[in-house]
């Protein structure tokens, strides 16, 4: 298996590297760093992880605004 490169909104944001225990993220932009590291069984599920992951940075952030 080659790296994967994980795009949300068309935006690469990361990639995943083929790993023991499944694909391991590798973090390219600073606001998925926390998940840098991370080990997922299948590209669907690290997909699913980034983007919660975002959506919930984005939503503790308007929380601060308001």
Not at 1 to 10: F, L, N, R, Y
Not at 53 to 58: D, G, L
Request: charged residues 20%.
């Amino acid at each position: 298996m080659q790296k994967q490169i994980v795009e949300i909104a068309g935006e690469a944001v990361g990639t995943l590297m083929p790993h023991a225990h499944g694909l391991r993220f590798m973090a390219v932009k600073f606001h998925v760093w926390p998940l840098d590291g991370e080990v997922y069984a299948d590209p669907a599920t690290a997909h699913q992880a980034v983007t919660a992951h975002i959506a919930a940075t984005r939503e503790a952030m308007a929380d601060r605004v308001h």
